[in-house]
């Protein structure tokens, strides 16, 4: 079964910093792709960053709005992926939910990500 857990959001006022941790049980982080989305209230949940499937990092992407302040990492050891986010906008703030692409795909796939599991997503506030 897998289950994701959350930790670390909160409220910080502009141009500050937050580190969101993702831990995660019952993920093959030898294959698994990994990523964070967000979402504001009455509009539709975005990907804000991840690894694609394959087990490497060789296939990260951003979206545009936080490339360059933000960075997706994990530690396969504790299981664990975070997304550090620094210079933090008031436009950052959203509940951010992390999610996992746990699908099979024959070994020779890697790249994608189509998250199949999901968090239960931290809020984050930004004050200017």
């Known amino acids: 079964v897998v289950e994701l857990v959350e930790s670390g959001g909160g409220s910080v006022q502009a141009g500050g910093s937050l580190n969101l941790s993702c831990k995660a049980s019952g993920v093959d982080f030898s294959r698994a792709g990994l990523g964070w989305h967000r979402q504001v209230e009455g509009l539709q949940r975005e990907l804000v960053a991840s690894?694609?499937?394959?087990?490497?990092?060789?296939?990260?992407t951003y979206s545009p709005s936080v490339k360059g302040r933000f960075t997706i990492s994990r530690d396969s050891a504790k299981t664990t992926f975070y997304l550090q986010m620094n210079s933090l906008k008031s436009e950052d703030s959203a509940v951010y939910y992390c999610?996992?692409?746990?699908?099979?795909?024959?070994?020779?796939?890697?790249?994608?990500?189509?998250?199949?599991?999901w968090g239960q997503g931290t809020q984050v506030t930004v004050s200017s």
């Open positions: 690894i694609g499937v394959g087990g490497t990092d060789k296939y990260i």
């Open positions: 999610a996992v692409d746990v699908r099979r795909y024959p070994d020779h796939i890697t790249g994608g990500y189509s998250p199949n599991r």
